[in-house]
């Protein structure tokens, strides 16, 4: 592997080297870049694991004291594997770094076919809306810019030799700047911006004075309005389901709510695709997940009005699928009536954040004291990479561009949802 490394450094160093390899300048330069790399990656070893019960153990210790999301934990990539990976022909390769203190870094990776190539792409990455390593406490502090790149370069040098784990493109998407508290050591490749923007708030003190702080007297006032004219179709209230069967009932509703959204958007049913639902339920109901997972519906009478998948981790609420009903009761604002119950839930219970995750919706604007800005990285690795990298770079830009310019954004949005009403009709 030490060849391999020594090729990736120089470009990253712009290390000269001879032509002839046995020249005994060729050999003094590769004693140079052993000392470099001796002195930067030390007694670091890299192992790389397709089967995720082989780590299982190593995992679930690490992700206790390391610094990551929900999305990294063995439980949620796990169920993700099981459901849709192994549908999709997606190969896991989970790169576990240790030195003689323990683990340093895990990095879910996997492998697919995309075409005529194979990309390299975090391991859930479709469903996960933060991809990102784990990292040991302190990480960022021994590994600055140079040290990661030889790091880097040591992974890839034993994926790529591994025929299979080796890959044409990297398409490693959604990636946040911080993991933890550490900032995220892969925005040293050299990354660009995600079209889109992820958004949390910091819970403090108690709800009332919380909702005081984030909306002004005039919105609390219609927000009561709308709960009143709500309350006179039944009575308005939290259910958090108890039982597996009564949670996957409230998901039934959720997938089932969200799929009428969808189709109205003009955009293709997140449920429909392969696993993706026995993923959810999967989630929602199996005793390894169900602490990840928190369900709760917001009935007005005997109407499921509005439902929430969220995710808890640590000190953090995560909001992860929402829907309401699109019947009589979505005048009065269903939706944003259970987003307040669980933002009071979740100060209730002591979260110190509370995350909207990915998307640029207006409502998480209006709540959030953060935005978090999202990287990608895509690069080739090989001429067959090169064929997908520069086009799915420039479609990047292009929806980036669109999704930034308000004007642009809702000319595509409309034209998306008359295109999917349109065919809609035309399957009716």
């Known amino acids: 592997m030490a060849h391999a490394i020594h090729a990736r450094l120089d470009a990253r160093f712009g290390v000269d080297r001879p032509l002839a390899a046995d ?70 390769a989970i790169v576990v770094g240790r030195d003689a203190s323990g683990i340093l870094f895990m990095l879910p990776l996997a492998t697919r076919a995309v075409g005529f190539a194979r990309e390299l792409t975090w391991l859930g990455s479709d469903l996960s809306d933060y991809n990102a390593p784990l ?64 958004y949390l708030t910091h819970l403090t003190g108690d709800w009332e004075t919380f909702y005081a ?38 998901l039934d509703i959720l997938m089932t709510q969200k799929a009428r959204l969808f189709s109205h958007m003009g955009v293709g049913n997140l449920f429909a695709r392969p696993g993706h639902a026995e993923f959810y339920r999967a989630l929602a109901s199996e005793p390894a997940t169900r602490p990840l997972v928190h369900v709760s519906r917001l009935d007005v009478g005997a109407t499921a009005a509005a439902v929430n998948l969220g995710l808890t981790w640590r000190d953090c609420y995560y909001h992860l699928l929402a829907s309401y009903d699109d019947g009589e009761l979505s005048r009065f604002g269903p939706g944003a009536a259970h987003l307040h ?32 800005e999202l990287h990608d990285y895509i690069a080739a690795a090989t001429w067959r990479g090169a064929l997908i990298a520069m086009p799915r770079l420039a479609g990047q830009r292009l929806k980036r561009w669109i999704k930034q310019t308000p004007l642009l954004w809702a000319i595509f949005s409309s034209a998306r949802a008359f295109i999917g009403s349109l065919k809609q009709r035309l399957r009716g």
Not at 28 to 42: E, T
Not at 48 to 54: C, T
Not at 71 to 77: A, E, G, I, V
Not at 162 to 176: C, E, F, G, I
């Open 341 to 372: 119950d669980l933002l009071h839930l979740a100060i209730d219970r002591g979260f110190k954040v509370f995350d909207f995750t990915i998307g640029d919706e207006r409502y998480k604007r209006d709540w959030c004291d953060t935005e978090i």
């Open 23 to 92: 020249d005994a300048r060729s050999q003094a330069s590769d004693a140079r870049l052993d000392d470099i790399l001796g002195d930067i990656l030390g007694d670091i070893q890299i192992s790389v694991h397709e089967e995720l019960s082989a780590v299982e153990q190593d995992w679930r210790d690490f992700e206790r004291r390391a610094d990551g999301t929900v999305f990294q934990s063995f439980d949620w990539l796990a169920t993700w594997q099981r459901h849709i990976g192994t549908l999709t022909g997606v190969r896991p």
């Open 213 to 250: 702080a984030k909306r002004s007297s005039t919105t609390r006032r219609r927000d009561r309005t709308k709960r009143k004219r709500l309350s006179e179709s039944g009575e308005v209230r939290l259910v958090n389901p108890e039982s597996a069967a009564e949670t996957l009932s409230a």
């Open 135 to 198: 990292l040991a406490p302190g990480f960022s502090k021994r590994f600055d810019a140079a040290g990661f790149a030889a790091l880097w370069a040591g992974i890839t040098d034993c994926l790529q030799g591994n025929a299979r784990h080796r890959y044409d493109v990297v398409n490693l998407t959604k990636m946040p700047a911080v993991v933890g508290g550490q900032p995220n050591p892969l925005l040293h490749l050299g990354l660009t911006v995600n079209p889109s923007g992820a």
